[in-house]
């Protein structure tokens, strides 16, 4: 029987040399929203020199099983919450609890940081998504619209931090 490697959380340097390495990762995870979510996600607009950059603005964290990155997630401190945004795990590591251990060191820098919430916005179109998310402890706070779209694209949860 072949060893598992333990999966570790850890924050992302600003000056990591792994950023293809988070992109690739982004890229397949996003992949299947593609034909789905309108309008397109913003993911296609990263770039390694991208994240670095969002890197310095927000503090990143990874998850790493072995050498490999499995998983992702950013957060932008705002005044009253921490923002997460580019929440990604690799689709042959869903479901293994990876993106609630993400989610969790997030959570552990909200309250660091005296933030009340986690907030977040996930698409429409995403209902599992929606559903994962509620099982983390997020709740619907409202749905708003992308620039040239009238109706709702987008749901935003926030979850209380205690």
Known sequence: MDRIEAVSIT????????????????????????????????????????LSDKA???????????????????????????YVGKFAVAPDRQGQGIGRR????????????????????????????HEAFARLGFRETERTAHEGYARPTSITMRKAIS
Do not use: Y
């Open 56 to 82: 310095r603005l927000e503090t990143g964290f990874v998850a790493v099983q072995g050498d490999r990155i499995v998983g992702c997630v950013f957060a932008l401190e705002r005044a009253a919450d921490l």
């Open 11 to 50: 924050r992302i340097p600003t000056d990591s040399d792994r950023w293809d390495d988070v992109l690739a990762l982004i890229m397949r995870a996003f992949a299947s929203m593609d034909g789905v979510v309108d309008p397109p996600s913003s993911a296609h607009h990263l770039t390694a020199d991208t």
């Open 102 to 129: 993400l989610m969790q060191a997030v959570e552990d820098l909200a309250r660091s940081r005296g933030k009340a919430a986690v907030a977040l916005q996930t698409r429409i179109e995403l209902t599992g998504n």
